[in-house]
């Protein structure tokens, strides 16, 4: 409908379809249990997977920011990699020690908070989301 943030984000993001990977799901919302790890190695990490609809993220660097839903002030910062850059089924991914999701877990435990996924791309420097959606900490 004109003028709702689905109306938006359809504009700001078309045709793009993502695939995420739990403990993100299909709506990209995050829903972690604090204190547990989220490692690659564990088959555990926050991974986002774009079909074709990202720029080339070829040495680009990632980050995950998420936002105090009140003041919209960011209350945590984690690095990520780039697992496919290019092409068809590109894919991000960020880690979560067991001491961050514990932070995270102090921060947000007032309720749900928002994140925004963020690529710096080598071949410009341009700053662009990736994903937006919620996040949740749920107490173990």
């Known amino acids: 409908t004109t003028g709702t943030a689905g109306n ?17 799901n299909v709506a990209n919302d995050i829903n972690i249990v604090e204190g547990a790890d989220y490692y690659r190695t564990d088959d555990r990490a926050l991974v986002w997977t774009s079909e074709g609809a990202w720029p080339n993220l070829t040495s680009a660097t990632i980050e995950l920011n998420i936002y105090d839903n009140s003041s919209g002030a960011e209350v945590f910062s984690a690095a990520g990699a780039v697992l496919v850059a290019s092409g068809v089924d590109q894919s991000v991914y960020v880690e979560l020690s067991d001491t961050q999701t514990l932070t995270l877990h102090g921060l ?33």
Do not use: C, D
Not at 8 to 23: D, R
Not at 108 to 136: K, M
């Open 8 to 24: 938006l984000l359809g504009k700001i993001f078309p045709k793009m379809n993502i695939t995420v990977v739990a403990p993100v």
């Open 108 to 140: 947000v435990e007032q309720g749900v908070f928002r994140y925004t996924l963020w690529a710096t791309l080598a071949s410009s420097g341009h700053i662009i989301p990736l994903a937006r959606a919620e996040v949740e900490v749920l107490a173990h």
